[in-house]
C-alpha cells in the first residue's frame, strides 16, 4: 500500500547520534523521492526504548566546530521530517524524552504504548539545558501555549496516559497493539487523496518551519556558543554522571 516502515536502530538507546542523524535523513530523502511511497510508520527496535533523544556525547567535551556540524544535521532532519509530504505515523513502543519526543512530535498521528514505564516529553531543563525556540514552537502547536509552557519548564516526562490527557499523543493502546494500530490509522490517512492533504499540512505547518528556515545561521551559532558555555558543559556532565550511577 506504498507505507514504508523506518526502524530506529542505534543500541543501546536509539541516540541521535551525528551518524544515525545523517543515515536518517538520507533515508527519509529516499522515500520521500519514491514516488510508491505514501506513508511511513516510525519506530524503534531497540526494546523499550523509542529514542534517547540528542546524543548527549555529541554535545559534551567536543569543539565547537563539532557543535556547529552537529546542530546543522539535528536542523536538517527535523526540517525534513516536519515538512514531509509522506503520512507519518509514529508507533510509540518505549522511552521518548526530548530528542525523541521531538521526532515523534513531527508525525501526523501518535499511537503509544500503553506502558506506564516508558515516558514522553521534552525534559531539557532536568539536563540545565533549553529546548530550542522551534522545539517549543511544535510543542505549542500541539498541546497549546499554557500546556507546553508548564511541560517545558518543568521538563516534565509524561506517562502514556498523561501524555493521551495533554495532546502529547494521539492514542494509546496495548503494547502488542501499537504496530497493528499505526497501520490502521495509516489506512484511514491514505484514504486522503494527497493532495488536498499535503496542501492542508503545509498550510499548518509552514510558518514554524519558515521561522527555523529564516534563521537557521543564527540559531546554529546560538546553540554552538550555548552549549560551549563552561556552566553548560558542567550541566551535561552532571546528567551524564547520574545515567551511569542509576546503574551501579
Ligand atoms: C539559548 C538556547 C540555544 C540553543 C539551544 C541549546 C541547547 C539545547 C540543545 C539540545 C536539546 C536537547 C535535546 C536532547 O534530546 S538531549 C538528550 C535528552 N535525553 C535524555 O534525557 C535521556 C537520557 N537517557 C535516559 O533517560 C535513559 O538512558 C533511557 C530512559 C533512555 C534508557 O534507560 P536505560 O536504563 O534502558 O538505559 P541507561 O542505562 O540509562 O543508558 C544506557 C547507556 O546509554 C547512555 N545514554 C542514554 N541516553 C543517552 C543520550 N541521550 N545520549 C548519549 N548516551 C545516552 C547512558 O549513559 C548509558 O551509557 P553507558 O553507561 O556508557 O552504558
Known amino acids: ?6 526502524k530506529l536502530r542505534n543500541p543501546p538507546v536509539n541516540s541521535l547520534s551525528l551518524e544515525c542523524l ?3 535523513t538520507i533515508s527519509l530523502e529516499k522515500l520521500e523521492n519514491d514516488k510508491s511511497i505514501r506513508g511511513v510508520i516510525l519506530t524503534s527496535e531497540c526494546p523499550g526504548i523509542f529514542s534517547a533523544g540528542l546524543d548527549l556525547l555529541e554535545m559534551y567535551g567536543r569543539n565547537p566546530a563539532h557543535y556547529a556540524e552537529y546542530w546543522k544535521n539535528v536542523q536538517e532532519l527535523w526540517l525534513r521530517l516536519y515538512t514531509s509530504n509522506m503520512i507519518l505515523v509514529s508507533a510509540i513502543n518505549g522511552a521518548s524524552p526530548a530528542g525523541g519526543c521531538l521526532l515523534a512530535l513531527c508525525c501526523d498521528y501518535r499511537v503509544m504504548a500503553d506502558n506506564p514505564k516508558y515516558t514522553i516529553g521534552l525534559n531539557e531543563s532536568l539536563l540545565g539545558i533549553v529546548a530550542p ?3 517549543k514552537d511544535m510543542y505549542v ?3 497549546g501555549h499554557r500546556e507546553a509552557e508548564r ?4 521538563g516534565t516526562l509524561f506517562s502514556p496516559a498523561e501524555a493521551l490527557k495533554v495532546g502529547v499523543v494521539d492514542e494509546v493502546v496495548p503494547e502488542d497493539q501499537v504496530h497493528s494500530k499505526a497501520r490502521s490509522v495509516m489506512t484511514k490517512w491514505l484514504a486522503i487523496p494527497d493532495h488536498s492533504r499535503q496542501l492542508t ?3 499548518m505547518r509552514k510558518a514554524t518551519a519558515d521561522n527555523l528556515i529564516k534563521q537557521r545561521e543564527a540559531d546554529i551559532q546560538n546553540f554552538t556558543s550555548f552549549i560551549s558555555k563552561d556552566s553548560i558543559q558542567k550541566s551535561l556532565h552532571m546528567y551524564l554522571e547520574k545515567l551511569k550511577q542509576k546503574k551501579g
Request: hydrophobic residues 65%.
Open 1 to 6: 500500500m506504498g507505507v514504508a516502515v523506518m
Open 22 to 24: 545523517t543515515e536518517f
Open 133 to 135: 525556540f522551534w522545539f
Open 141 to 143: 502547536n500541539t498541546i
Open 151 to 154: 511541560a517545558l519548564q518543568l
Open 201 to 203: 499540512k503545509n498550510m
